[in-house]
């Protein structure tokens, strides 16, 4: 037996071993959530490769340059879709990179889950070596078993997804989930091509560190906004201000303030009336995810989990991590114009 091995659980066993304490578990969510470890891998590599796009497609050397040049969040959600729709796991997809939902290709099985996922999020930051992430959402399908999965699927509420997570593109790649029964997180080790749990059970503070918020938005707030960005800051007398990190990469900012704790906030304003963020993949996941953590995610007046989703792409407004810090912003926001 390999030493290393013995010391170390790999995302595989660690699934697996989380599977036999459901002995209802048929498997297929530990599947399910392999092949988004897979994929995780595929785009992993990729993205470590993207700063030599020019440098190897000029030489020609490699056929990376077709794989690379093409856009990595393209890139990424054909990843997604290849390493999901054809394992007989899925009945849809739905990407922040695709309209309308996706079915399962016909000829392939229909499963029994819905994922809906934002393949690379913050691509922007690609092109200066900002971390990145992938993020994604898991629900049990309400419509009819065997038949092609629908927009129905895929609308549903934060609070009924089955598991969520991330895949963290940073200084080391991470995965981190949860199931409903706590949260982990997995570094890779491209040694042995391998997530190895590294951050069992996480648990997040209730009054943070810090805050991230894009200040130069500020003009654009309600007054309870500015007044509650004010508070954190500590320019409030009888409150301890916070350090200010923001990143601008949505899943970097989340996951730093879940191992520190801290808030994340991005605000509605008069330009984004209900946010920049998406409800489906970005918000309602990492919801799960805080609160498993012990943490809190509001719109401003109520749980992300508990928000009804009407259209696939909606925005809403997000104030994600310590349940502390995030109530504050409830009670300062009450009553705030939606
Ligand atoms: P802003 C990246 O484009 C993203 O979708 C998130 O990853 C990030 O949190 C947010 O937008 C940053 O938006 O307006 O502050 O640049």
Redesign the pocket.
Known sequence: MNSKLARVVTIERFIMDQERLHPEATGELSNLLYDIALAAKIINSHVRMAGLADILGSSGSINVQGEVVQKLDEFANETMKHALHHTGRVCVLASEEDEAPIPTPAGYPSGKYAVLYDPL?????IDVNVSI?TIFSIHRRVTQQGEPGTLVDCLQSGRRQVAAGYVLYGSSTVMVYTTGHGVHGFTYDPTIGEFLLSHPNIATPPVGMYYSV?E??FPRWDPRVQALVKRYKGLDSDYAGKNSR??????A?FHRNLLAGGV?A?PADVKSPRG??RLLY?CAPLALICEQAGGYASDGGCAILDVAPEELHQRSPLYVGSRDDVRLAEAMLADAPP
């Open positions: 999020d913050g691509s922007s930051n992430g894009n130069s938005n923001y990143i601008g990469s949505l899943v900012d994340f991005y920049k963020l970005e």
